[in-house]
């Protein structure tokens, strides 16, 4: 527990708010987006600026409380809150500056995606970010970062140029290809195991209207329209990112859709989708040109905070006939009708051209990546489709490899953060070794130090 005095020390020490249980704000602030996560910090800080979190780092240090890191609070997992402890919520952070000349932006870690597109599109540029704008830049971004321009332009982290950070010392270092490096490295996909980021770099590209939307086929063709998708996946241009699975639009029907977003001209896209849109008889076919904010918001209907969400996600060895096969079960068959799953998404192009071990995240060799996304309303069906997701992600086992894209993960321990950080996990605990060797940041897909001194930081 934190005493009195500690939080009354942070209060005027600090240029955001204290909040304690019961004061206004507290119990907003706490709630993620997914509604299974609730869990009561001793106090949270809502941080102004850098100063702040030096602030909280120091005094949870002398104080050996458990601190949480909040972005944008979508943490599958619900890593971004933890009962009693500190939860260091960085979401009054949102200072963004482009710059239009260099081409890069630089954003504080409060940023949540779609503010972020909306400020570098201004300049007509973009970076790879994710398709939720709820979602928060600095969450994705240290995990991975998979989206719609990946494949031209590589994941969230493949952009980084540098970051500033906070470190367990309570000092804040600046890390880049030229400060740092081992930290620069880890960070890039190592999550939150470092300290806290509070501001980022980005490479941006120029981008203008895409040429996307989605194509919804009748669940009874899920299998033919795999079949299709795999074939037509095999000759995707850098600039196309697909994505596809079976789900309900908002009014109710089921269908098996495929999301498309190609990033280069419009005529080319259009030339490029045609097969997509001609294949089979198609429920409706909303491909269009558009703005990159526009489809940028796609999904978002889909993901209102508040619906209970549990996860599982690893990448196929192989999108087989056989794997195909055996998601066909349970395709319109989930227990909610807001479910994603069976689900996949493309990694191609750029992304797959960066050596597993140049950042810490480690899934550079799979072109398909197998998600089972459920989500409900109500607490009294928490069992059923905690249940039926595991049972579809069981029979799709044999065809996954151990490793999965940790943002997308709700499990936890030592087998899936194994399974997150892949062949970079021994390099990623030298590191922790290094920067965390009392694990002060655990709340994440931990990486634990191999010298933990006290036994309860270790889980
Ligand atoms: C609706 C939805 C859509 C998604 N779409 C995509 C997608 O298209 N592509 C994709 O790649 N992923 C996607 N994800 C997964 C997403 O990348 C993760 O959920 C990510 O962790 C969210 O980041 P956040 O900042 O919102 O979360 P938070 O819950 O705030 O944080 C997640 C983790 O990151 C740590 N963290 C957050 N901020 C900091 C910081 N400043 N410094 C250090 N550590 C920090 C937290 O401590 C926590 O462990 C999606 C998730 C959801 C729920």
Redesign the pocket.
Known sequence: MVSECAIQKLRSSIRGQVLYPGEQGYDSTRT???AMINRRPAAIARCAGVADVLACVRLAREHDLLV?????????????VCDDGLMID?SMMKGIRVDPVRHTVRAQ?GV?LGEFDRETQAFGLATT????P???????T??????QLHAKYG??VDNVIGAD?VTADGRMLTVSANENQDLFWGIRGG??NF????SLEFRLYEVGPVFGGAVFYPTEKAEEVLKFWREFAAESPDELVTQGGSFRLPDGVPVFGIAACYCGALAEGEKVLKPLRTFGSPLADALSPMSYVQIQSM?EPF?PPGRR?YTKSNFLRELSDEAIHAMMPFVAKSPSPYTFAPFIEHWNGAATRVAPTDTAFPHRQYEWNFLAWSMWTEPTDDEKNVQWTRECWEAIKPFLVAGS?G??VTDEGEAIAREAYGQNYDQLVALKNKYDPTNF?R???NIKPSNVPNAAHAD
Request: net charge positive; proline share 2%; aromatic share 10%.
């Open positions: 993620l987006p997914n949480a890191v909040r972005g944008g609070g979508h943490s599958v997992a619900g890593k971004s960085m870690t949540k970010q994710g398709v939720v709820t979602v928060g830049m600095a969450g994705l240290l995990g991975g970062g998979w989206g994941l969230a950070i999550s939150g300290g806290v980021v509070t999904f993901f969400v894209y943002n997308y940041f709340l994440n897909h």
